[in-house]
């Protein structure tokens, strides 16, 4: 362990972001993972009084206020929530890299985010793998949702229900792409995210085929990296960095007008955290890094913005399905995104949108901190269940990968028939 | 300090994991919302029921250990920052809403429901519950109850000291003590519930309150006027008082606080004007009609220069979306925002206006004024860095010159943040030396030991 003295300086850096919280609490109405413990350690507040305390030398445990830090979803309720506008999501995420450079990144996640996850091609090829034997490890949890589970794996993985890997990725199918302006004049950059390639292809392709609709050009650059949010949100700057280096490298170019995502949170950490964690490596990084920020939009806001979404006019005969929506954190909170997919969920032929109460509350998966507090993500989730019932939807869309995953968890364990999709998909099935 | 056979008790009546004396956990509450240092607990107790709350009050007690009850912690003169090794007891783990009862209009809850949440289960049963503090969202009813928590609807409806009916609570040794009673009327006993009311947990600590719960308003309507002149805003308040009419929420912003809500929130207000009124009047839907007219009719007198009045519940929204902006609005300005609460008789509202400008010019001080004008209680907000200790040493000074102007009109140092740390220092300069000490004898009756919140609204 390095020098205490040392982590103090480096946190009193975030003094000027840190000395806005004027302590009253009042993020203590919206943050979930407080709504489920009720202590003071779990909200923003409480967070950032310890990593102020330290960096002050008022306390001394390093360990402990790294754990607190890790108990969060980073869903943003706090800081959309916050009167005093303190970025809270720069400051934890600043505060775990801190931490994390203190007291060293675990084995297994230094396994994952160094040894795997900024290695693309290594990483497919394991998933790739994974994606043909773990029918050999696992059974069918529920058939409806085509969830799984694992007696032999759950030392590992816990209860969960999970998504299989899919039998074939996104980018077998889709390795690069580039259709030029298309008919409508607008090259469009994708990005679909490494859920949406490994477990969940039917979502990029969804895009692909509504992108293709309207006449838009596409560029797929061949070598795209993960977005960097897991490393992130671990505090290992290093690993965010490299994968930032390889989607710089594969985005600065193909001259796109517009790069868009079908996940929350790759769409919000491209937008958000690009920049600043481009800033680490050089001001060109930087200014490229910007300049794909400022181009980057949601799947749902790009189509709302640019078409015509509203395809009522194809209803078909016959009872309406009920459609509802979830509003990925990373969307609503992060980038100001809701009236968008809701727009498309109302154009669609053949459903009935119902909001759902507390649609943007946040689901409990919070990537990683899953893993790491999945009986407290659970609770959380199931709250989302049972809104998600209690609206009597038959579907449930949202626009993350990751929320896909919680909810599909969440209703495959209370073997609901619910079925959870992507906006964008059912927007492509109406097509 | 606090022995580890004495933690081990404390463990044996919570369960270990309600006993909390780890270092960050006490970190954790060491501090509300005022503008005050840390003090860290010794130890952090999260009492479940009735039983395990006696129980750690009585153990407290037994052993001398300060106890400093806690809600959600948004208090602003420092009540709920705890005492030298003291503990701290958490009253969030006992959140249960007992009985609504329509027919009686009383409720009982226990010390750690949520406001906002009771105030909704309360209407969802076609009921109000009108005490509305700025933090409800988060705050507990036992916290508004200790700190007779106010709000926006004080003028009309009152303050939380005028809904609560009767409570248990325990005193020092544990015991539980019985006050007032389910019905409207009831003289039996001392009225011990009225001081328990703004005790600040120096006294007893909450155990279940009843209380009181009215039929709602059926039609309201609301209105913002903008004035060119502050005099005449205020002078306007006074006017729509002296006319017999008591509008639910009657508030007051200043040009500093306009323009930063403006610039904040964008919701379109004249950036040029020196004042404006935000009004809302209640009741039956004729009353309702006849009161906003008149309203508007003595804010045309005193030259109000627009009067918009919200055509519908969008509208109206709108309208106190500029109110509810402000607090964030202004804390955005700068890092340190210093609430200030200290209230006079509300014809007086013109005058502690200006005095407020003739203190935040001698001090070179940003003082944006807003606040609850219809019931004197202004919320004069200084804006600052406290880590620069010239001007922190001129906001301190500043304060005490606001407490002076505000004694000096017959007002009082709190219209609702309570006394707490900050404010306990100036209780002889409003009370006098023979009350102070008056009070110093109830306390020490009632707690001789001095260990219930000690510190708080009286001293040491």
């Not at chain 1, 809270?88 to 795997?116: C, E, H, Q, W």
């Not at chain 1, 491209?270 to 200014?287: D, H, N, R």
């Not at chain 2, 809600?71 to 602003?76: I, M, Y």
């Not at chain 2, 009370?431 to 009070?439: D, H, P």
């Amino acid at each position: 362990m390095k020098d205490i003295a040392n982590l103090r300086i480096t946190l009193s850096e975030l003094d000027d972001m840190l000395v806005n919280c004027m302590r009253c609490g009042m993020c203590q109405s919206v943050c979930p993972v407080f709504r489920d413990s009720m202590l003071e350690g779990d909200v923003a507040r409480g967070k950032l009084v310890l990593i102020d305390s330290l960096a002050k030398r008022m306390i001394d445990s390093p360990g402990e206020v790294k754990d607190r830090l890790d108990n969060c979803l980073l869903c943003g309720s706090c800081e959309a929530n916050c009167p005093s506008g303190v970025k809270v999501m720069d400051i934890f995420i600043k505060a775990r890299i801190v931490l994390t450079n203190y007291m060293g990144l675990s084995p297994a996640k230094k396994a994952i985010f160094r040894g795997t996850l900024v290695h693309p091609r290594f990483f497919n090829g394991l998933v790739s793998m994974g994606s043909k034997f773990q029918g050999i490890m696992t059974s069918e949890a529920d058939s409806f949702l085509g969830t799984s589970c694992s007696k032999i794996m759950s030392p590992l993985i816990g209860d969960r229900h999970f998504m299989p890997l899919a039998k074939r990725p996104f980018r077998k199918d889709h390795s690069g792409i580039d259709s030029g302006k298309g008919t409508a004049n607008i090259r469009v950059a994708f990005y679909p995210g490494c859920v949406v390639d490994k477990m969940l292809p039917q979502v990029g392709h969804a895009v692909i085929k509504a992108l293709e609709h309207h006449g838009c050009g596409i560029y797929l650059p061949k070598k795209q990296a993960c977005c960097g949010i897991p490393s992130l949100a671990s505090g290992d700057e290093e690993s965010a960095i490299k994968l930032l280096k390889q989607n710089l490298k594969a985005f600065s170019k193909g001259n796109y007008d517009v790069l868009v995502t079908p996940c929350a949170t790759c769409t919000s950490t491209i937008k958000k955290l690009w920049p600043k964690i481009a800033a680490q490596i050089s001001p060109e990084a930087e200014k490229k890094a910007q300049r794909i920020s400022d181009r980057t939009m949601d799947i749902s806001e790009f189509l709302v913005k640019h078409f015509d979404v509203d395809l009522s006019a194809h209803a078909a005969s016959g009872k309406k399905k009920v459609v509802t929506w979830h509003d990925p954190c990373h969307l609503k909170k992060s980038i100001g995104v809701s009236a968008e997919p809701r727009a498309i969920l109302k154009g669609l032929p053949g459903y009935e949108f119902v909001e759902m109460n507390e649609a943007d509350y946040c689901c409990g998966n919070g990537g990683s901190f899953n893993l790491q507090h999945y009986d407290t993500s659970s609770r959380i989730g199931s709250r989302k269940r049972d809104n998600i019932i209690a609206s009597g939807a038959d579907v449930v869309t949202t626009g993350c990968p990751a929320c896909m995953m919680q909810m599909t968890d969440m209703l495959s364990q209370a073997h609901d028939n619910v079925a959870v999709k992507h906006v964008i998909e059912l927007y492509a099935d109406a097509l | 300090m606090i022995s580890g056979n004495l933690k081990k008790e404390f463990e044996n009546l919570l369960g270990e994991k309600n006993v909390m004396g780890d270092e960050v956990t006490r970190m954790n509450y060491a501090y509300d919302a005022a503008v005050l240092d840390p003090v860290m607990p010794a130890l952090v107790l999260r009492p479940d029921s009735s039983e395990q709350l006696g129980a750690a009050i009585r153990l407290c007690g037994e052993h001398g250990v300060p106890a400093t009850v806690r809600g959600a912690g948004t208090n602003l003169s420092g009540g709920t920052i705890p005492y030298k090794n003291g503990v701290v007891i958490l009253t969030n783990a006992m959140n249960k809403i007992i009985e609504i009862n329509e027919v009686d209009m009383y409720a009982i809850v226990q010390p750690g429901v949520v406001t906002a949440d009771f105030a909704a289960a309360v209407a969802a049963k076609g009921l109000f519950y009108p005490p509305d503090p700025g933090s409800m969202k988060v705050s507990t009813l036992a916290g508004n109850v200790a700190e007779n928590a106010g709000g926006l609807r004080g003028l009309k409806y009152g303050v939380t000291k005028d809904y609560v009916m009767g409570m248990d609570f325990f005193d020092v040794e544990g015991n539980l003590i019985k006050t007032g009673s389910k019905t409207v009327k009831g003289v039996t006993g001392f009225n011990v519930s009225g001081l328990m009311i703004a005790s600040e947990g120096c006294l007893g600590v909450f155990n279940e309150i009843t209380l009181k719960l009215i039929p709602p308003p059926r039609a309201s309507k609301c209105m913002m006027a903008i004035y060119d002149s502050v005099a005449e805003a205020t002078e306007s308040v006074a006017a729509i008082i002296a006319a017999k009419i008591v509008p639910c929420t009657l508030e007051f912003m200043d040009n500093f606080t306009i323009r930063a809500v403006e610039d904040y929130a964008k919701v379109g207000l004249p950036l040029d004007a020196k004042a404006l009124l935000l009004i809302e009047v209640d009741g039956h839907p004729a009353e309702v009609a006849d009161d906003a007219a008149k309203v508007e009719e003595i804010c045309k007198k005193y030259n109000a220069r627009d009067i918009h009045v919200a055509k519908d519940e969008a509208e109206k929204n709108k309208v106190w979306e500029a109110r509810r902006a402000a607090l964030s609005a202004l804390a955005k300005l700068k890092p340190t925002l210093v609430l200030e609460d200290a209230t006079v008789p509300r014809s007086k509202i013109p005058d502690m206006v200006s005095g407020l400008d003739v203190v935040a010019a001698k001090y070179g001080l940003s003082i944006g004024t807003f606040g609850h004008a219809g019931d004197g209680n202004l919320h004069p907000t200084i804006l600052c860095d406290r880590r620069d200790e010239k001007e922190w040493h001129k906001v301190e000074t500043a304060v005490k010159d606001i407490f002076d102007l505000a004694l000096g009109m017959g007002g009082t140092l709190s219209g609702e943040h309570g006394i707490g740390i900050a404010k306990a220092g100036f209780m002889a300069q409003e009370v006098g030396e023979q009350s102070l000490s008056y009070f110093r004898k109830i306390k020490k009756a009632v707690d001789p030991k001095g260990i219930l919140n000690p510190g708080k609204v009286i001293g040491d």
